[in-house]
């Protein structure tokens, strides 16, 4: 009890301590999230990934089995 005493008798003498104290937590609290922040993702949009039209089947047989297979 007696150490107790002394520190808060100690910070009741010297109140910038406790001031500093602070300012320095929160200076490393911003610089940990400034400099941990997560990588952002790699955008998708960035190349162009359209395809050309694939050629329009006239042939109303190969139409019906190129449908019924899914291919577009």
Not at 15 to 29: K, R, S, T
Not at 45 to 60: A, E, M, N
Request: glycine share 8%; net charge positive; with cysteine.
């Amino acid at each position: 009890m007696a150490i107790l005493a002394t520190v808060f008798g100690f910070l009741n003498q010297y109140p910038f301590i406790i001031l500093i104290g602070f300012g320095l937590y929160c200076l490393i609290f911003y610089m940990s999230l400034m400099f941990t922040k997560p990588k952002p993702g790699k955008n998708p949009f960035v190349g162009d990934t359209r395809r050309p039209p694939k050629p329009i089947v006239h042939d109303k047989a190969l139409r019906d089995k190129i449908i019924k297979q899914g291919e577009w």
